[in-house]
């Protein structure tokens, strides 16, 4: 009876000491995988990284893409406020210019044959007229035949010769000029060189 315990305890053991070995193997073995995979785990945690910090550039580079986006925008936002005042501008001079016009052709108008008839007999004109009619004369282009440009009076002589020559025709010519905006930019800044409100003013 005693030795057949004793060889039970001995199997006991024996089992014991056998389920050690195979766990010592075992634990061995996954020493030796864990070893194996450590150089691919040490790879993986560095392409990780590098992943990582690639991954924080491009976000660098999206921030900085969504700020340059809200200038552009705000750029962009400033340029339409800009065209759209300056379209306003233009939609106001263009009602001005159409005002002027209107006015200008009722004054061409209303100018009859007897003011021309009697302006054209002046010998010496007023200065405020032979100013005038200098403009008028720079309308019509006519300033090549003007000899002494200082001189007002040449420039009327010059007002009766070239353009009075038909008094009735002057004034269609001059009435389509102003309705067709027959006026050139090189017209107009000769014009606007030598315009003085001051002239216009009398004194009674």
């Known amino acids: 009876m005693k030795q057949e315990q004793y060889n039970l305890q001995i199997n006991r053991y024996e089992s014991g000491l056998m389920i050690i070995k195979n766990a010592q193997l075992f634990v061995g ?19 990780l990284t590098e992943k990582r910090d690639k991954l924080k550039i491009i976000l660098d580079e999206t921030e ?3 700020e340059e986006v809200n200038r552009a925008t705000d750029e962009q936002n400033i340029k339409v406020e800009e065209l759209t005042k300056m379209t306003n501008e233009i939609k106001n ?3 001005d210019t159409e005002k002027e016009k209107r006015e200008a052709l009722n004054l061409a108008d209303k100018l ?24 008028i004369v720079l309308l019509f282009e006519e300033e ?3 000899k002494n440009k200082e001189s007002l009076k040449e420039w009327f002589n010059v007002f009766k010769s070239k353009l009075m020559t038909n008094i009735n025709e002057f004034k269609e010519k001059l009435k389509i000029r102003i309705k067709d905006e027959q006026i050139t930019e090189r017209q107009f800044k000769k014009i606007e060189t030598i315009y003085d409100p001051s002239k216009f003013e009398t004194n009674y």
Not at 115 to 133: H, K, R, V
């Open 29 to 47: 073995k996954l020493q030796s995988n864990i070893e194996e995979e450590e150089p691919k785990l040490k790879i993986l945690d560095q392409e």
């Open 112 to 135: 009859s044959n007897k003011d021309l008839i009697e302006i054209n007999s002046y010998n010496n004109p007023p200065e405020t007229i032979c100013y005038c009619l200098k403009i």
């Open 64 to 66: 900085i893409k969504k």
């Open 93 to 95: 001079e263009k009602s």
């Open 144 to 146: 090549s035949n003007v």
